[in-house]
Each structure stands twice: as C-alpha cells, then as structure tokens.
C-alpha cells in the first residue's frame, strides 16, 4: 500500500511540473540542454596578436572561420579558445 502511494504522489508531481522523469533524468545527465536547444562551442587555436594601447587583441583559427579576443597588453594570450 506505501508503494502504491508513493507512485501516486510521484505520478501527481511529475504532472504538476509537467515534466517527464525522462526529461529530467535527461537534463542531469547533459545540463547544457534547455527548452530543446543544444550549445555547443568549437575549439579555436592561436593564430596571432597585436597591441592597440592598452589592450592586445589575440587572434585565433576556428573550424568555421576567424575569432579575436581582446586581453590586457600585458596579458598571455591563451593558446586556445571556445568559440561560443
């Protein structure tokens, strides 16, 4: 009889979110999946600098084309970024 009850509240619950125990189990397990959308970053790799004042801009080769970041003029630029 606990069981039955248990299932009860759990199947009420579930229906009150309006998610399945599919879905959640689904977004613990890839947190970066919301509302259907999936992010994804590539990985870029350093190509060249230069300094503008205060400021360096750092270039990079991405898969799907060029990429910059700008960095403090005293500041390494990393030898790889995610391209968001």
């Not at 205060?54 to 990393?78: D, E, H, R, W």
Request: proline share 5%; net charge positive.
């Amino acid at each position: 009889m606990r069981f039955v009850a248990f299932l009860a509240v759990a199947v009420v619950a579930s229906g009150i979110t309006g998610q399945s125990s599919q879905d959640a189990e689904r977004k613990d397990q890839a947190p970066w999946l919301n509302h259907g959308q999936v992010a994804f970053a590539e990985t870029c790799f350093y190509k060249g600098e230069r300094v503008d004042g205060m400021n360096k801009i750092c270039f990079y080769s991405c898969p799907s084309g060029g990429y910059a970041i700008t960095v403090g003029a005293a500041q390494l630029c990393p030898i790889n970024v995610q391209k968001p």
